[in-house]
Structure formats: C-alpha cells, structure tokens
C-alpha cells in the first residue's frame, strides 16, 4: 500500500513539475475566506451556513477546511467523513473520492483535527496538490475556505489568495481588537482590499451596527480603510440547538432569524459579486503557504 502511495506522488510530482500551477479553467466561482480573529466566535457556524444558504439558492457548493489544527466543519455539518484533505495529500487518493457530500447540497473536504505532519512536507508536494484542488473547484460555483482563528500566516495567506474575505467578531472587546489587529496585517502587507464584516451574537441591530462603526472608524483613521458591514447576526437559543443536533441551523430552524440574515448575507455577496473570480486566477502559492504554515 505504502508503494502504491509513492508511486502517485511520484506521478503527481511529475505532472507538477512539467506543468508548474498552470490551470487551464476559467470558470468563475465566487471564492470567499472566512476567518476571525479570535477563537469562539461562530465562524465555522457561519461558514457551513453560509455554504448551505448558497446550496438552497441553486449554487454548488465546496467547503474547504484550512483550519488544520482544530478542524470541525464536519461536526457543524453532522458528518462523518471517510477521509480527509491528508489522504489526499498524503496517499494520493484523488478529491473526487476524498470529498464528502452532505445530504445539503454542500461538499465538504474536510481536515484531521491536530493533524501536524503537513510542516514537514515541501512546497513543491504541497503545490501539486493545490494544483488539483483549484481544477476541482472548476466543478463548483462557491469556493469556501472555513481559516483557522488568529492572525498566524496560514489565515493571511488565504486571505491574500481569495478574493473576498469576511472577518467574524463579536460584540466583545477582545473579538473587536484581534479583529483590529488583522485587519492592520491586511492592510500593512496589502492582503486585499475586498473585506467585510459580520458581527455575531449581538443583542439588537444598532448594537451591530456601533461595533461595525467602532472598527470602521479606527481602521479608517489609522490604516485609511474603511470597513463594510456585510451582516449582524442575533443571539438565538436555536443557534445552540443546531449545534448540538450537528445540524445547519437553516434547515432545523430554517425560520428562525438567524437563518433569515445569513441567507440574507448569501444573497448579497452573489448580487455584488466581488467575490467572483476565474479558477486559473487564484494564488496557487499563497494556498500552499496557508497549508504549510499550520
């Protein structure tokens, strides 16, 4: 087994090295990096909703788990997945089988949480299979990548490699100030300048709209960007019933308000379409940066 692993690594390596990140796709996608500052504030939550309120508007959906450490989209979902992103990268084993499609019209691949073994393989392995997965996507119309929190070099890099980002905060002041401070990372190594934000877990709409005006005007003044308020989401007692069913909350409550905004925000970010962008145009170097860096 462990020869026949070599052996498609071998190969893989070989196509990589005569055809060097070259995709050959244009098809469109909306290409979208969800991340936080800091831990604990519903990203991933949002993110699988995200990608479901895209499936109910007809889209075909890729979920990405770049959060290598403490990967759990699955869990958000409700799934079980056979195998992950590694034995993709690992043992060969083509995207077609590795992705697990949920019963939600999303597709997910997804990480071993705690996995660490990836810092120890080059770029040149990594970059094949980045290669792969940007031509896989050409199958969908939605491409999200669930990033770890913080603001460690694996979150910048897909920050830099898409071309949209929405940054998850809440109301409290630690949130607000990591959110801050990626923001100041951003702008300081000119990531992107197509990010937005979505306050979580606020108790009323104008309080989502105080801290949205709060980041807004500090990172105006000391970085001379403004930042957009894509959506305020309110606290809601079904948001930890769907969590612990491990079930999306837009179709367990699909009435609930929660469910109303996020597919709000969904439809939002299709209408302005800033998020779109050919598959052969992403930043197949920043990809494998965010990977190696875990």
Do not use: W
Request: hydrophobic share 45%; aromatic share 6%.
């Amino acid at each position: 087994m462990l020869e026949n692993n070599d052996q498609a690594a071998s190969l893989r390596r070989v196509a990589f090295e005569q055809n060097k990140f070259q995709i050959q796709s244009k098809k469109a996608v909306c290409c979208i990096s969800v991340a936080s500052g800091k831990g604990g504030v519903g990203k991933t939550f949002f993110t699988v909703n995200l990608a479901v309120a895209f499936s109910k508007m007809n889209k075909k959906v890729l979920l990405v788990d770049a959060d290598l450490g403490l990967a759990n989209a699955d869990i958000t979902l409700g799934v079980s997945p056979q195998y992950s992103l590694q034995d993709a990268i690992f043992k060969g084993k083509p995207l077609d089988e590795v992705v697990t499609r949920t019963g939600y019209g999303v597709d997910l691949l997804a990480a071993s949480s705690g996995s660490k073994e990836i810092i120890s393989m080059g770029s040149a392995r990594m970059g094949i299979f980045i290669k792969e997965l940007i031509s896989f996507a050409s199958n969908y119309d939605v491409l999200l990548f669930d990033c770890a929190a913080g603001i460690d070099s694996n979150v910048t890099s897909f920050i830099s490699a898409t071309p949209q980002t929405i940054i998850i905060a809440t109301t409290q002041p630690t949130s607000i100030m990591d959110v801050y401070a990626l923001m100041k990372i951003i702008h300081q190594d000119n990531l992107s300048d197509n990010v937005s934000l979505v306050v979580n877990m606020v108790e009323s709409e104008s309080q989502g709209d105080r801290v949205a005006s709060t980041l807004s005007m500090v990172s105006q003044k000391f970085l001379s960007k403004s930042m957009d308020l894509l959506g305020a989401l309110p606290s809601s007692s079904n948001v930890q019933r769907a969590i612990h069913m491990r079930k999306p909350i837009l179709l367990e409550f699909e009435n609930d308000i929660v469910s109303t905004k996020i597919r709000k925000i969904a439809m939002n970010i299709l209408q302005k379409q800033k998020g779109m962008t050919s598959v052969d145009s992403l930043d197949a170097n920043k990809l494998v940066s965010g990977l190696l860096n875990v």
